[in-house]
């Protein structure tokens, strides 16, 4: 099935623009983006309590087991978070050209190029980004260094649950890490710190995902929930010829 569906009214882009609608974003994608979203919630929650109990209960603690509850349920969600990255790593070989790894590393001439074009529209040096109907130069290594850091959190908690995990079980093989960070507590800081830093970025995110759609008039916020963009048919199709000669290059 193509990728791009019937034209559609240019609305605010210039008159002389054919615009399309162009599949960019794949079930799988879209299905990881959220679960990690949903995730990382949960986990700042529970992570909190865990870290210092907010909740009051009335009697004995042994009747309530509120932490229990909270190390369950921030023990499985960390697996979703963990399983949703992964199955997002596998799409950088399996899914469409917006979804795969050079997505994420400027590996060409054009993606290079593009990120200072990208920096110097975000810094109001120029009027227009260069265009990028999946995610742009700097996007895409701004989500590289996010991945990092969901590898870095994923591995420091399942360091430190490793000390607590039932004695001959999988999680127990992941004790070696624990001299790699240091320690559990120094484990136990660099989980903290990213978990601020990934709820800073999610803040810029959904401002930066707002904005760009209210600019670009491509439907950016609105194709993480559909999968589609809509584009300038001749930027679409300039793009496209880019990277099959690209392919065939490297294939050759």
């Given at each position: ?123 109001f040096f120029s009027l227009k980004a260069p265009y990028a109907t999946g995610h742009n130069p700097v996007a895409g290594l701004t ?110």
């Amino acid at each position: 099935m193509s990728s791009v569906a019937a034209t559609a009214p240019a609305g605010a882009h210039a008159q002389d623009e054919e615009i399309v609608r162009v599949y960019v974003w794949e079930v799988p994608v879209r299905i990881c983006h959220w679960l990690i979203a949903c995730s990382i919630v949960v986990l700042s929650v529970t992570g909190f309590y865990i870290g210092g109990p907010f909740i009051g209960v009335f009697g004995e603690a042994r009747d309530h087991h509120v932490m229990a509850i909270m190390k369950v349920i921030h023990f499985y969600t960390a697996i979703v978070f963990t399983t949703s990255i992964l199955v997002r790593v596998i799409w950088w070989l399996s899914g469409n050209m917006w979804a795969q790894w050079h997505q994420f590393f400027p590996v060409d001439g054009r993606r290079f190029e593009g990120v200072f074009g990208t920096l110097r529209f975000y810094t109001f040096f120029s009027l227009k980004a260069p265009y990028a109907t999946g995610h742009n130069p700097v996007a895409g290594l701004t989500y590289l260094a996010v991945f990092f850091l969901y590898v870095l959190v994923s591995a420091t908690g399942f360091a430190m649950y490793s000390t607590m995990a039932p004695v001959g079980g999988f999680f127990r093989h992941f004790q070696w890490l624990i001299p790699i960070f240091g320690g559990v507590q120094i484990a136990r800081w660099i989980h903290h710190i990213i978990m601020w830093l990934l709820l800073g970025f999610s803040v810029h995110h959904v401002y930066s995902a707002l904005l760009m759609s209210h600019v670009e008039k491509t439907a950016c916020m609105e194709s993480i929930f559909s999968g589609y963009k809509f584009v300038p048919r001749e930027e679409y199709e300039d793009e496209r010829a880019y990277t099959k000669k690209r392919h065939t290059l490297a294939h050759d």
